[in-house]
């Protein structure tokens, strides 16, 4: 059996669980719930990571991968699929790691995208595309460009966060619609501001406002898709985020219905999951994922505009018409749409 572990040392030395913990990175630890929260989650990612990296086969990871928590797994299987994609961009064995992942964990096809997108912050320039060659929906491949969005301003936060650096020439997962990428991307760095900000709404909102108005709603997005597949605030203190997000509230929205059917395709909503979703969108996890699997367009193109772009705009605008909450924003929504 071929030993992987050494060779994706050379790429990215294997990841020690103290890269996960928020005093490590810098970031705020405003209680010990949401400091466990945020460092559960990388921590499971690295466990994910290393799983992948020493399995055989994707099937054998993602049995090893079946026996961790439900709170837990969906973050390990992302760390699983940033180790698949490396294998797939290495010339040794075959490049069908992350296809026979995907196959493998149907159920988890969101996070293993956004793992992916990992891979490209570590691998050289010329090895991005064949990472991403297992990726063929028209429409999640965009998000790829949220992990690698989340992981530049998970680890060059100054850069990122702090002096809101926009990449000039950023990984491309397809060649269709190549201008679209600082949206993804952007979204990736609205989840990240949620673990910047120790999962304390007031500080993430002032991390936001710090960046150019153009960009806010992408980050709004990932804001709400991290506080809700996460974890780490209260149901009172998320609705006192929605309320604030005032305009972008559907933004924040799209992000929540995101988390919600990421978590209930896998079978792994949590009870946090329940409340973040309730507070966010004033919808159930069960009404909100049906909303994303509903809304999801095919092909690469609707109308002439980004696929992936298309289904966020429809997530607001029935999030927009099924919610009971106070809507502020839901006039721009349907002028967007």
């Known amino acids: 059996m071929v030993s992987w572990t050494g060779h994706i040392r050379r790429i990215w030395l ?15 630890e405003r209680d010990p719930h949401a400091k466990a929260c945020l460092e559960m989650a990388g921590g499971s990612f690295i466990e994910g990571f290393g799983v992948a990296a020493q399995s055989s086969t994707a099937i054998e990871a993602t049995g090893t991968l079946a026996k961790i928590d439900g709170a837990r797994r969906g973050f390990a ?19 069908h790691h992350v296809a026979d992942l995907l196959e ?8 293993i995208h956004v793992g992916v997108g990992w891979s490209f912050a570590r691998l050289p320039r010329p090895l991005r595309r064949a990472a991403a060659r297992g990726l063929t929906d028209p429409t999640l ?14 680890f060059h936060t100054d850069k990122y966060v702090r ?3 926009i990449d000039p020439d950023p990984p491309l997962p397809t060649h269709h619609h190549p201008g679209y990428a600082p949206h993804a991307i952007d979204q990736g760095i609205g989840r990240a501001l949620w673990f910047v900000a120790g999962a304390d709404p007031h500080r993430a909102l002032r991390l936001i406002e710090a960046f150019a108005p153009q960009r806010h709603e992408d980050l709004f997005a990932g804001i709400g898709l991290a506080a809700t597949y996460a974890g780490g605030a209260s149901a009172d203190e998320l ?7 005032g305009r972008h509230r559907p933004a924040l929205a799209q992000g929540s219905v995101f988390a919600a059917e990421a978590r209930t395709r896998a ?11 309730r507070a966010i969108t004033g919808l159930g996890v069960t009404e909100a994922a049906a909303i994303a699997t509903r809304s999801r367009p095919a092909g690469h193109t609707v109308d002439g505009q980004v696929s992936f772009e298309v289904w966020r705009r429809r997530i607001m605008l029935r999030w927009a018409t099924d919610s009971t909450s106070p809507l502020p924003g839901t006039d721009r ?5």
Request: proline content about 5%.
């Open 267 to 277: 079978h792994i909503a949590q009870p946090h999951t329940e409340a973040a979703v």
């Open 163 to 165: 002096r809101q650096y």
């Open 14 to 28: 294997t990841p020690s669980a103290n890269q996960a913990l928020l005093r490590k990175r810098g970031f705020p």
């Open 239 to 245: 609705e006192e985020l929605a309320e604030r997000a």
């Open 104 to 111: 493998a964990a149907d159920e988890h096809i969101y996070m």
């Open 77 to 95: 299987v992302e760390g699983a699929a940033m180790a698949m994609a490396i294998r797939d961009a290495l010339p040794l064995g075959h490049r």
């Open 141 to 154: 491949t965009w998000l790829a460009l949220d992990g690698y969005g989340f992981h530049q301003a998970f």
């Open 333 to 337: 929504v349907k002028e967007g749409s």
